[in-house]
């Protein structure tokens, strides 16, 4: 059957058309990626802390931005000998409690009756490291510390930052991987069961910050940068996960810094070939850095 259409008709669909495609221009990209749902951005009522399961031994959390704006995450990983906990937030709360109800739950499916809790970070700023005095009278518990000699003795680095260091948690290994240049005791940790990259404020979809002044920290920003791809390049990385998202959905978009709310927000979870897109742009940038806006990541040095 022949359909005949008029001008009118035909103008009708052709803005239609048009709409759609608007939308979806301005819609959230879609990535692929290790949580069942989307993070909370501040924008209605959510708890203090967002708790996202990677698999039966991995959690990921989240610090509400309305607790404070840096909004951080948190990561769990559980052996059978000790659970690691890398970072412990920065303040405004309590996350103490979620974490000893996580500790416990876990503990009483495998049917442990001790373990001991390892707190470590990726870095030594407050935003990471405000929860620690949360665990200073928790019994097996070790806390590492903040500088560079501290992360070095505690994880058997025997060159610092050249060398990477196994650390077991029991029937579980994670890979310690030397990254100052954000910041000097900065560390990534690859996860063998989950393949999972922890970058810290090395690489996440934000503004990663390298300071220039008094010292100039870019050089040995790029040389972690070089080092965590050689290490990991055959690994067979699943994500890489940051320690923020600062980027809109929007590519090269990024929010007003301590903006209360995150609207239209970019997933946490990076590919792989984003650490090798900022390997190659700061390999090209020589000894100093410079602005330098990517689609998921801003290159941001700081005066």
Known sequence: MLVHWSIRALSALLVGLMAVAAIAADAPRQ???PFAEAWHDGSGDEPIMQVQRVDADTY????????NFEAPFM????????ALLVDTGAGGLSIRPTIEQLIGQWMSLNKLSTLQLVIAHTHAHGDHVAGDREFADRANTVLVGHSPEQVAAFFHIHSWPNDVAPFDLGGREIDIIPMPGHEKAEIAFFDRQTRLLLTGDALYPGR?????????QFPAFRDSVDRVVTYTRSLNVSWVLGNHIEMTSKPGRDYPMHTPTHPAEHALQLPYASLLELQKAVDAMGENARLDVHDDFIIYPLP
């Open 31 to 33: 990535q692929a990626g």
């Open 60 to 67: 990921v959390l989240r610090q509400s931005v309305k607790t």
């Open 75 to 82: 990561f769990l990983f559980f052996g059978h000998e000790r």
């Open 208 to 216: 990663l910050y390298i300071s220039s002044s008094p010292s100039n």
